[in-house]
């Protein structure tokens, strides 16, 4: 076969391909031209009727219920009377525990007390010394040299970790689990055990 043939036979064949593109292309346009319009034509009321073996054109749905409601108001009662009333300034320990459903928090973390899982890690400010106050001066550090450097967005990202509880370091750093975490904690706790745990959870992840 020549070179000529050669070049009238791919010519052939693309012609071929945009045919049979077009002629695909149409058919489409067609279905969907045909899809709105079945669309357009049927209703709600007319697919229940035929369900039901009725004439499309004669059948009309309605209904009416009403239902009274049984449910007792779970913040009736004159504890609640304050945000009832707007008052919200003057809501009391009792109303904001009512609210709550449970006792609410101290108002003031007691620094005396041992770091939890819940605390954050700039609690660790307050702690006289160990690797609480270890890690928390690091952090601080960091971040002092980066607002130094004009680098305040890096410097408010450690800002962000250095208020994180202890209960997200592991969610957020996807390397520590939280036994881990719960081992470190025990060891800024100076609780005797704590390295050990650590490190057994370290090595059997």
């Known amino acids: 076969m020549n070179l000529k ?9 693309v012609a071929i391909a945009v045919v049979c593109s077009l002629t695909l292309w149409g058919q489409r346009m067609q279905s969907e031209a045909e899809y709105r319009n079945v669309q357009m034509v049927v209703n709600y009321n007319d ?3 035929l369900a039901n073996g009725n004439d499309m054109t004669e059948e009309e749905l309605t209904a009416e219920m009403q239902k009274t409601g049984s449910v007792a108001n779970p913040y009736a009662g004159d504890v609640y009377s304050p945000y009832y009333s707007g008052e919200v300034q003057q809501v009391s320990d009792e109303s904001f525990a ?16 041992p770091i939890g899982f819940n605390d954050t890690i ?7 010394g160990g690797i609480g106050k270890g890690i928390y001066n690091l952090i601080a550090f960091v971040r002092n040299v980066l607002m130094a450097l004009e680098k305040k967005e890096l410097g408010n990202n450690v800002m962000f970790v250095m208020n994180l509880p202890w209960r997200g370091v ?3 750093s996807g390397v ?8 470190l904690i025990d060891m800024i706790n100076r609780r005797k055990g704590g390295f050990r745990n650590l490190l057994r959870h370290t090595f059997h992840k």
């Not at 043939?5 to 064949?13: A, F, P, Y």
């Not at 928090?105 to 005396?112: F, I, N």
């Not at 520590?176 to 081992?183: H, I, K, T």
């Open 5 to 13: 043939r050669m070049k009238q036979l791919g010519w052939l064949l």
């Open 122 to 128: 700039s609690q660790g400010e307050y702690l006289e």
């Open 47 to 49: 697919i229940v009727a």
């Open 170 to 172: 592991a969610r957020m």
């Open 98 to 113: 009512a609210l709550l459903g449970h006792a609410i928090p101290a108002t003031k973390w007691d620094r005396s007390a």
């Open 176 to 183: 520590l689990s939280d036994e881990q975490v719960l081992a």
